[in-house]
């Protein structure tokens, strides 16, 4: 890859990316540092990775990225904040949005970067079985059990709008 098609993957794919990574984590600094360092990883390695692998190969380092970060802030967990969730939980939400968010906090990690890989961002099953590392089948079955976990948690009687 040379400088200008690492230019082109930054004007088309920083956006994306930035979406998907702060859609997953729910805090635009960390989102901002973990889509950085994936650019800065691509940057690095530009000379190994084909500009039409690109795309992949940052939604694959973003990604891991954030899995580390997350398991990462999950040690520093504070018994308080489990308290301000089922204070939360307790609350009628009736903005469409706000129960689509709690919804899909309710997921595994993988779980929901799987329903935004394909749902919100259109990816095939193959393209996120190479940035996930799982095979097209384990995509689908996964991706079936997190679309029912988010029907099951949608038609509840409190959740609906």
Known sequence: MTEKEYNQCVNLYADNLFRFIV?????????????QNAFEILWKHCKDV????????LFTVA???????????????????FKEETKI????????RKV??????????????????KDYEGYSYEEIGE??????????????????HLKQYLIKMENVI
Do not use: C, W
């Open 131 to 148: 940035i996930m590392q799982l095979n097209p089948s384990q995509v689908k079955v996964y991706l079936h059990r997190a679309r029912l």
């Open 50 to 57: 084909p500009f039409e692998k690109g795309k992949s190969y």
């Open 23 to 35: 859609k997953n984590l729910d805090h635009t600094e960390d989102a901002r540092d973990v889509v």
């Open 63 to 81: 990604y891991h990225n954030m899995i580390d970060h997350v398991r990462k802030v999950k040690r520093i967990t504070l018994v308080d904040e």
């Open 89 to 96: 939980s307790e609350q009628r939400i009736h903005d469409a």
């Open 100 to 117: 689509l968010e709690k919804a899909l906090d309710r997921l595994t990690d993988v779980q929901r970067s799987l329903i935004l890989l």
